[in-house]
Every structure is written in C-alpha cells, then in structure tokens.
C-alpha cells in the first residue's frame, strides 16, 4: 500500500512527507509513504497527494515537464478511483484554468477557475496568510472527527488566489476571509485543500490520517 | 476569521541558537531544533530563524538546520540572514524553510525581490526593512544592523518591494530594538496602512501589552518578540491569552 506524494519540483516536500509518515505512523496505517517523481509509482499507488506552492501556471509546467505524470494520475485517480489529496496550488490545479499572471489549463478535474481573492474589507491584506478556521457546507469523511467552525481547530493558509467552484457541491469548505473562500473541494474520491495540513498541526494531521483510511 | 500571530525568532549563529531559550528543560538549548521543537508546543503561530553566522564557510550551517526543524515541527518557518543570491533562496526553500526572508541585497538591488517572487512566488519572499527614524514622521531605511545609513524613506521603499512581489514585510524599528518599551507604533501604522500585503512588527518589545499595541494601534497582522519569550518571562500561550482578552482574535488550537 503506497502513498504517492508528487514531486514535479515544486518546491520542498520534507514537511509534507514527514507529517503523512507521522499521520501514518498515529492513525496505524499500514503502507509506506513515498516522494516520487516517476509516473510508474504514481500510476500503481493507492493514494496520491499533489503538493505545491509558487504559481499556478510554473506548477503546471512543472507538472507537464515530468513526462507521462499527468496520464498516470489521470488514470489511477479518474479510471481506477484512487483516492487523491490536492494541496494548496496541488489543489488548484484541479481546477478548469489558472487565471494566475497569464492563463493556463488545469487538470479540470473540477470545474472553475482559480482567481484572485479580493477581500471586501480593503484593509484586508492578500495573500490570506495565517490560521483560520473552517466552515464545512457538507460532511466530507476528510473532515471527520475535526472540530470545525468559529470556535474549531485552525486551518494554516497562505494564497492569493483561490478555486472559484463553479458546481457547489463541489465545495466541502470555505473559510471567511472579507467574504467566502473555497477552503476545500472534491468530488467521488478527488479532494483538495486551499491550506496546507501538513502545517496545521492538530487539524492537518487529523485531516491527512482521514485521508489515508479513506475509502471513497 | 484570520487570527493574528505571535513568532518568535531565534538568533542562529553557526548552526547553534545565541542566547537560547530557557523557559524548559531543553537538553541543548543551543539546539535550534530542540527550540523549534519546543515553540512549535508552546503554540507559537510561527517561527523566525535569523541566521547570524559571520563567515562565509560556515553559512551552509543553517541549511542543515532548516532541514533537521522541517522534519522535526511542522509549523511555518520564516528564515532570513544573509541571503544575497537566487540560489541561497533555492537552497532555503528546499532544506525546508516556508519563507525567506532577504534585506540587505533587496536594497542594493531592488530587481533581486521581483526575480525572486516570479521565480518562487510572492507567498514565500518577505523583505526585511530595518527602519530608523530621521525627523518626526520621516523614517530612513538602515542595513547591517542599524549602522548604515542607505537615504532611502522606509514608507516608500516598503511600498515598492510590494509592488514588485514581496508577500510580506518584516518591519524592524531599530530606535526600538532591544529597548524592551515596545513598538514604533507610527511607523508600523503607516508601513502597514500603506501597503496590500501582511506586515510582522518587530523590534522593542518589553511586555504582553506591547504586543497588543502593534496589531491594535500599528496595524500589523503579526508580532514578532524574541527575549521575553526566551528567557521565560511569558509564554506564549500567555501573550496570546493576552491579546484576546484585549479583544483581538488569536489562534488558541
């Protein structure tokens, strides 16, 4: 049983494989987490976890430079029904097309585009960096067990743009930054974080062992 | 809601904490690890690491570090001191640091923080401004630890390393820092007012109220304190207990 963490160059994967072997090792999932970069891994895993950070359009050309990955997480993910973690710009990439500095295509995994945030309050500051918390507008199995709302555990967030859904039951959680933004989507078994739970401590490592006992 | 933050930032020098903190029983506490480790419980929002290594052989000492606490805490680290190239931002990033933060080389060269946003994104490039006031309402921006004058009105060079992708400024007063009688609130009021992107105050802080001051009255979205939280003094679950009883909403997880 392996989780796949993709490694298409964006960026440091330590934290994030180090918080899966710690969710892993806490929740008694048996399997071995995995930083890989080659498709044949990904194709074959039983989970995978899309991480990035940086812009939209260098994760998806990062993500297009490593051949046959985007064919191999297609067909584990959308034939075969894998689960599937997105986080931060990983989770953006679901999304129909990036509208970060130039257009670029997603994944379209899940329909929208990721957009600017644009806080009604002016003195609002963007990127929406820190803690906040969640508010769910279904039960997700990702979610379960995690106190969530005003008085929840917190959430660690830090974007500029967000995945604007444009199916609303595509959207498992928002949080409330100058007005709604989409905290968490998915769909079947495609689910993706706009924070990073590999940096939200008691939320995140509750969320990450949801993940690995998912079944979809 | 979004809460506010309280970091508190370590001194690193040669790959070992100056002046260490001694609020538990660390084994080591020059270990930064073991004090990131230790923050990270206490429920610090995140943490600063300035490394202050002097010599040029031993500035890979801080990557080891970075590495060892990104696999060790899993909290938001923020690591600046002495980055001058793309490649020093790269080796950072991928040791394990979230941020980094770069001071002297963006006011020498003003294009290094648009190439190093467009290259790793404005979320991770925080400028650092050292800022020391000339006449009333006036700050200048000063380098190498508050001795070098550089001409340059701190307001004004804030909003431009903004405007060129910095996602977050690190304000330091240096008329305040070490001083322990709090903030330069009309600086960090009119840094924070006058640009889009989140603002960390620093410098001078000497109580639980200070805190309070530089996000109520300065207008910063986050706090950074080094020597009362190091020696003891407060905890920060104590200074964040503080901040809420003073009304503003703080991440008590």
């Known amino acids: ?216 | 809601m979004l809460k506010f933050r309280v970091i508190p930032c370590l001194d690193v020098k040669d790959g070992r904490v100056v002046k260490g903190i001694n609020f538990v029983d660390l084994r080591d506490a020059g270990d930064p690890v073991e004090s990131a480790v230790a923050y990270d419980a206490a429920g610090a929002d995140e943490l600063c690491f300035l490394d202050i290594t002097a010599s040029h052989e031993n500035r890979g000492t801080i990557l080891d570090v970075v590495q060892r606490t990104a696999e060790a805490c899993f909290m938001q680290l923020t690591v600046g001191g002495g980055v001058r190239t793309i490649e020093d931002i790269r080796k950072l990033l991928l040791a394990g640091a979230d941020k980094v933060s770069i001071m002297t080389a963006a006011v020498q060269d003003r294009n290094f923080v648009r190439e190093a946003a467009e290259k790793f994104g404005s979320q991770c490039i925080v400028v650092a401004i050292d800022a020391k006031q000339t006449q009333p309402g006036k700050w200048e921006v000063f380098t190498h630890g508050g001795r070098k004058p550089t001409g340059i009105d701190a307001v004004t060079y804030a909003e431009e390393v903004v405007s060129l992708g910095a996602g977050e400024i690190l304000l330091t007063s240096m008329d305040r820092d070490g001083t322990r009688i709090g903030f330069d609130i009309p600086l960090t009021r009119s840094i924070a007012d006058s640009v889009a992107v989140p603002l960390i105050a620093s410098g001078g802080v000497g109580n639980l109220d200070h805190l309070v001051e530089g996000v109520r009255d300065g207008h910063a979205t986050a706090v950074l304190a080094a020597s009362i939280f190091h020696f003891g003094e407060f905890t920060i679950r104590q200074a964040k207990e503080h901040m809420v009883a003073a009304g503003l909403p703080m991440r008590m997880d």
């Open chain 1, 1 to 216: 049983m392996t989780v796949a963490i993709v490694n298409y160059g964006s960026g440091n994967l330590h934290s994030a494989s180090k918080a899966f072997e710690l969710a892993a090792r806490t929740s008694g999932f048996s399997g071995d987490v995995t930083v890989t970069s080659d498709p044949e891994i990904v194709r074959r895993a039983e989970r995978i976890v899309l991480p990035g950070v940086g812009a939209f359009a260098d994760c998806r050309r990062g993500l297009d430079a490593v051949p046959g990955m985007i064919e191999s997480m297609s067909e584990a993910v959308l034939l075969r029904g894998k689960p599937f973690l997105g986080i931060c710009v990983g989770m953006q990439l679901l999304a129909t097309r990036g509208l970060e500095h130039e257009t670029s295509a997603g994944l379209d995994w899940i329909k929208g585009d990721v957009e600017p945030i644009r806080p009604t309050d002016p003195s609002l500051k963007v990127p929406h960096m820190g803690w906040n918390t969640l508010s769910p507008s279904i039960g997700h199995p990702l979610l379960a067990g995690i106190p969530t709302g005003d008085r929840g555990l917190h959430a660690y967030f830090v974007h500029s743009f967000q995945l604007s859904a444009k199916t609303d039951s595509d959207i498992i959680a928002r949080t409330e930054y100058g007005g709604a933004i989409v905290a968490m989507v998915g769909r079947d078994n495609i689910a993706g974080t706009q924070f990073h739970p590999e940096k939200s401590q008691k939320l995140g490592l509750a969320l990450i062992a949801n993940f690995l006992g998912w079944r979809p």
